[in-house]
């Protein structure tokens, strides 16, 4: 049985890639597998799937977003709107939060 990975970056973040073709680019995260190390952004990674119509869908080809792998992207720290690390502070009472490392602002909603 494999173990699970932690995820640092979470659905809804708002991510910048750090590699790859679409480098620079800014989304916000569909999906996360922290199994797979891979995360989901919107409108980056775009990949053509060829679909065959199945239901009430119909076939052709399609644009959807591939997934990437979770080292390719930051979180947007939401003070300077610049990439950063993810890091993780404790409230009084004792719950957990993340924080953008490079300025220590909260990452939760």
């Known amino acids: ?16 890639l750090i590699a790859g073709r679409d480098k620079g680019k800014r989304g916000r995260v569909l999906a996360v597998a922290p199994a797979k190390g891979k995360v989901k952004v919107e409108a980056v990674g775009m990949i ?5 119509p199945a239901g009430n869908r119909g076939g ?14 930051q ?23 993340r924080v953008a490392t490079a300025s220590d602002h909260s990452l939760e909603k």
């Open 1 to 16: 049985m494999k173990a699970t990975k932690r995820a640092k970056i979470k659905k809804n973040d708002q991510v910048v």
């Open 48 to 52: 053509k799937r060829h679909q065959k």
């Open 60 to 73: 052709g080809i399609i644009d959807k977003e591939s997934w990437l792998d979770i080292s390719n992207v």
């Open 75 to 97: 979180v947007i720290d939401p003070q300077s709107g610049k990439p950063s690390r993810v890091g993780y502070k404790f409230n009084d009472d004792g719950t957990k939060f």
